[in-house]
């Protein structure tokens, strides 16, 4: 296969390169950004040591693939996603262009660039959407947040077993922030420092959330505070939740394990386990564990690398699937461990 | 004033000399620890220049001094301080020995090393318990997730504003977990890495929140997890409340602004701010932002630095109010800011 | 004293923020950068909680002060020091702007923005040159890698011992590379890496060094590599010289301890001990040991905190010694110790 | 085939497992440690995912396998060697105990633990030894920093193009130290702090490094500085040599070009390009880049991951030379990047 990367200097598309340039079934990479003329993949990702040349934008049409991923941001990537599509080009959008409904879009982030596409995306969380994802021509990765939040309490939603308010304390290390340069996220403002951000119903990933849960469940409110740890890559979920009916951990638990048996990713931790972002960094994996605390709610801890499942290795995973192949195709690597 | 240092070379006990030798009314500065023979406190840290030796324990009986700060686990303090308040030295323990009634010390933590002092302590929340403290002779240091969870919360518990379940969901950096050799806090462990432990209702600074908590409110119930955040020094605690009644955001915030009006540590920051560690680190300072998501929940984050405000500075501020100083003597270098 | 600091939303900028709010002797603060309108202090710095306002440069002719610090980029310090010494501000200025002869200046850096008062600074490195600095109108306050290695090289320098080829391995935290908003200075580019840079005799503190060193020893030669570390604060050089006659490593030893005899910021270690940035971070010391290896060359090590006396630090020691203020006046605070 | 790892539950050992898992001509892998008892490797290391247990030495007879990877400490590897190789399984050794002659073994690290197996075994710089390497019993895997320096500056002196004094200035990640519980490699104590250690010939590393370069050119000395960098992983070396006779940089660069032209992991960078540690974080790479400076002195910069190339990469690297692999086999991912 055929594959183009587009917005190649960024953290996501960088982990895109990195997991499609050891990908076995992927024959060809053109890698492409926003920048002006052309410039060496290397001078950004000296450690990943490839070859190629990322290309302006407009040299897009230029280029035959089978597959693209848009990495770019929101507002952008709705423009460059309808004419691959029209090429016949199958689309995997990093961005949050495809992942809402078209009114709640343009409530969060205003004018849609393509509101004619919404229609036809589907929505990427791998593990509940895997036969919509087969067939699609527009696939709208989710997020990062997201993903950890949905894969950690749709098992449970699904089964009409929730109620009430969830709580979502989320943690991130920086890569989910971006490559381009801001201050607030220079070394020296973030090392040494932990902070809350976008506290009270503000981050953008909220709707997105409640919009899946919504699918699965009625009546339950989300909330969703995020953090910025010191660190690169990364997310850690603490979820608070209120069940409808009392169930054991090791209930709760089997409720997981039967979920995902045939989803190679997803780890539900034995007892005594917790989840911790090193234990992710660099895979597709996702640690869950389960824990009742004495008055009954569950806790749900979730980790993810942003990078990965939360990004990169969730749309690889989408190829994948798109393609045919086995889902864990060019993903089974452990990039790091500690 | 003469001042010992019971476990000098732990890092509360540095942050104490730290904060001691540059007190305008300490003259004397006598440091102790658990090791055999005299070492040099320099040895331990070099940047404090502080020229002093560390004594062996069975020493502390030849030297003469008005305060005695014990930086020693829990269950060992209990054994220092008997002898010391016997003798008429003031005693500022930071361990967890005299923090809780008895029974529940007990079951928490196992057989109480000196239970007949349990009753003349007096828990050293200083902005809550200043007139107590003025003439106590054992003061029971507060644990560092307490004294965030407590500040944050207890103005709107003691006006009986509060219902239901406070989820407190803190993360802190690794000093919390002392200086002895661990595995699990080696760098190559903690570095890149976030993870949660205790969760479920298990860390023992969850009695000591709830202790408190119900002397000014009944019915409550806390569920308190806490996270390891890849830094030195800091807590941020983000804690989900469900008001009694409707208030705005600027309503809480007068409460709190009331509150704390003459307490100089504590920072209620104004709206479109947010606490983050690095701004209180090398501090007494305690920074609290409030906030309201749109179903009503409110949100309070609130950062100290786990070594100051949550050990040896408010251990500092209480021995101020015990020697009739102001609080704020020598606490008002600001070591750090970003 | 009423003093301005002018670069406030900068890091050195806030270091002396920091130093100067604590300054005993100083009594109005004014803070100025070159942005638009008026920001507040906080905004930058949370943690410094100063209240002041920062205010546009064209509003420095409005106010009355006695001292300038200038934290501005090269070029365009210049361009505001001579209006300030013309009012008779004294001005210490931080920018590389008057730390060179003309000539050499012109050659690294371009035209000079105010050559008429290269002839009238003084180079502030505060131990060398304290009786020119106690009357001069306009300080060159030095760079932080020339203040590292002239303190730990012209002792010997200036007895003659030296000869050959000076190799100076230096390494800096990331502030010392400012605060403006860098894609390479990014917490995902700089953290878990380390990287030389500037290698081969073109880092422009190299012409620094070797303007003051020429001054005291002939015919010497200096190598200086830079490195990037992934920590905020802190310098550790590794110097290597041949001395041109047998000298042990007591002897070398004596002949610090006699030159710094009166220079309470330096600290001449005892052997067995050796620097360390954490030791120095948040002060104005220098740590230097002294070893010699196997075949007869010396090797010191040399630690000080870049934004302390590699920039702030020594700016306000510079200002204590032009306003006949014992040296150390503020700055005898312990920031941080570990 | 079947491999052992003894003393899995390292850092070393653990990134042999990595390796040796996502190997695919490894068929059996057996973990061993000096523990008592069988623990789950995955306590460990989470992160890797490998469901195995590590049993207690005494087992190790009763398991059979082809090739066994020995990470312990000094002293100890060398009492398992012998036994294993007696059994006719080939015994790749990641400690000090084969790297030197018996004499400098026993001056630096005392009585030798298998004197008998010294003269079998080869020293394992796979791109130097290869030939003997292919058919050796017993390997002496090098150990991280001469890796570093010798492949940078092996090249030169093979061609007898060096003289005097080699100045190898290098700075290492944590990792490097091991994983045993010690108070100073806390995260407490090494985040945001940067220090050298064994300053002035005393490191146990710089007999393995003259040893090695002796073979090829005579009178050379070496210095050797190691300093620790607050990351996990990663070497960078920065060495200053001196030329018998002028070579531009385009020059020396081709012999480096020539040299390693069959050799995939060894990049010699081009003009304009710097090594990085996080550019080969979690690869067996050598980064190499040559630079001169004014006054002629050669200044060449070198990164390895001191857990791959400088340990368990260059090890794997070995087995596949003597199991008549290609010497890239499984070794060619990425693991991490930037």
Not at 248 to 268: A, G, M, Q, V, W
């Amino acid at each position: 296969m055929k594959v183009a990367v587009v917005g190649a200097t960024g953290y996501t598309g960088a982990e895109l390169v990195r997991l499609l340039s050891m990908h076995p079934k992927v024959s060809g990479l053109f890698l492409f950004s926003r920048g002006d003329g052309e410039i060496d993949f290397r001078q950004n990702f000296l450690g990943l040591d490839f070859a190629g040349k990322i290309k302006p934008l407009d040299e897009l049409a230029k280029e035959e693939f089978d597959f693209s991923f848009l990495a770019l941001p929101h507002g952008e990537s709705g423009r460059y996603a309808g004419e691959l599509v029209r090429r016949g080009v199958k689309v995997i959008d990093l961005s949050a262009d495809f992942r809402l409904p078209l009114a709640v879009y343009e409530k969060w982030y205003g004018p849609h660039p393509a509101p004619e596409l919404v229609e036809i995306a589907v929505y990427g969380l791998s593990e509940y959407f895997s036969e919509k994802i087969k067939t699609a021509r527009l696939i709208a990765n989710p997020g990062c947040y997201p993903t950890a939040f949905l894969l950690a309490v749709l098992p449970l939603a699904e089964k009409d077993l929730l109620q009430g308010v969830i709580i979502s304390d989320m943690k991130s290390g920086v890569t989910g922030a971006g490559r381009s340069a801001k201050r607030e996220m220079l070394f020296g403002e973030v090392a040494e420092n932990f902070r809350p951000y976008g506290v009270g119903g503000v981050h953008r990933h909220l709707p997105e959330m409640e919009n899946i849960l919504n699918n699965y469940a009625q009546g339950l409110r989300v909330i969703f505070t995020p953090h910025l740890i010191p660190m690169k890559r990364g997310i850690l979920g603490t979820i608070y939740l209120d069940l409808k009916q009392n169930l054991s951990t090791e209930e709760l638990r089997k409720i997981y394990l039967n979920k995902f048996h045939d989803n190679p990713f997803i780890k539900i931790l034995p007892e005594g386990y917790l989840p911790e972002t090193r234990a992710v960094a660099g895979t597709n994996n996702v640690l869950i564990a389960l824990n009742k605390e004495p008055g009954g709610k569950v806790i749900i801890t979730v980790a993810i690398d942003n990078l990965g499942k939360g990004a990169a290795g969730q749309a690889v995973q989408n190829m994948n699937l798109m393609a045919g192949l086995d889902e864990t195709c060019g993903l089974k690597n452990t990039g790091i461990y500690f």
